[in-house]
């Protein structure tokens, strides 16, 4: 088992009034909520760009105006904060890379004031799922899935909201929704003045896997860990049209793990692994009275990790909001 030990030790200021009784002026909302504290913000945001499994603990100091400056001794799980559990060290990792040493090097936390107050938020938004979806990549590949391809729509939604115009990318849709609009007296007006309102539901797919193509790793990249070189069948087309197909059918499985209960195919929550012998070629994987042909598991979760992780960082790194 891992040791549940602290690694990296966080010292935070806060620079704002021990006490605030103004009432907030105007409609306070939701928006800017990401789940977490401090801690949790800063502690996600390095898990997303060092690519490790990261997790804040439980304050054990507390240092306060005027009083001792050595500071006060907290016992964990002071505040109801539990302190997380680590996973466990096995011999098949399905994300290897996860165990990999790192330089405690950042750029991300010295970006989140060029973001401003929207951005910010949404990247700690995708760096809070980044960082679950990895801590259960080990026990639970299956919702590890769901929560890395969420990181990646939340970024994609950012991102398509700056950039083009609502109604380009609204009038070149398929959306039963569009052709309705389109098919009324007036129809074109309409669907111009909906655009801004309806852009975010059309063309789901195509806006998770244009994002990825902008902002992630193609065929210049060097081979994901899960190819082999021996046979075609297992590795993955880096090229942009090979991409965006595996990008389609990995958002379809998404949806109906969500929609229909359909859990992602286990060949593609498996460790990957490299093939040396010859012979004939397996093109069906079967397991729990299932079998999925090469076609249905295009890609593992591996290399869609390193792929998320990449085009996630990739997107933040390069915004000036």
């Not at 692994?273 to 979760?301: D, N």
Request: glycine share 8%; proline share 8%; charged share 25%.
């Amino acid at each position: 088992m891992v040791p549940e030990v602290p690694a990296v030790v966080l010292r935070v200021e806060y620079h704002l009034p021990r006490v605030d009784l103004t009432k907030p002026e105007g409609k306070v909302g939701n928006e800017h909520y990401h789940g977490g504290t401090m801690s949790d913000e800063v502690a996600a945001l390095t898990s997303l760009e060092l690519g490790i499994r990261l997790k804040a603990g439980a304050p054990n100091r507390r240092f306060q105006v005027d009083e001792d400056a050595r500071g006060s001794p907290l016992s964990h799980g002071r505040f109801g904060r539990e302190e997380p559990k680590a996973p466990g060290q096995i011999e098949e990792p399905v994300i290897p890379s996860l165990q990999r040493p790192v330089y405690l090097e950042t750029e991300l936390l010295s970006r989140l004031l060029a973001l401003g107050p929207h951005g910010s938020v949404v990247l700690t938004r995708c760096a809070r799922l980044y960082q679950d979806a990895i801590w259960i990549a080990d026990s639970t590949p299956e919702l590890s899935w769901l929560l890395l391809v969420s990181a990646v729509e939340a970024a994609a939604n950012h991102w398509q909201a700056k950039s083009g115009d609502p109604y380009d990318r609204v009038s070149s849709s398929d959306n039963p929704l569009v052709q309705a609009i389109r098919e009324e007296e007036g129809g074109e007006e309409r669907l111009r003045r909906l655009a801004p309102h309806i852009a975010a539901f059309t063309g789901a797919w195509k806006k998770f896997a244009g994002f990825l193509l902008e902002f992630g790793p193609h065929e210049s990249a060097e081979p994901a860990e899960e190819e082999s070189p021996f046979f075609d069948w297992s590795r993955l087309n880096w090229s942009p049209e090979g991409l965006e197909g595996v990008y389609k059918q990995v958002y379809s499985l998404r949806s109906n793990a969500l929609h229909a209960g359909n859990p992602f195919p286990l060949p593609m929550c498996l460790s990957p692994r490299i093939f040396l012998q010859s012979g004939e070629v397996p093109m069906v994987t079967g397991a729990l009275g299932a079998t999925w042909e090469r076609k249905e598991t295009p890609i593992l979760l591996s290399a869609f990790e390193r792929i998320a992780r990449e085009a996630i960082v990739n997107y933040f790194l390069s915004r000036t909001d």
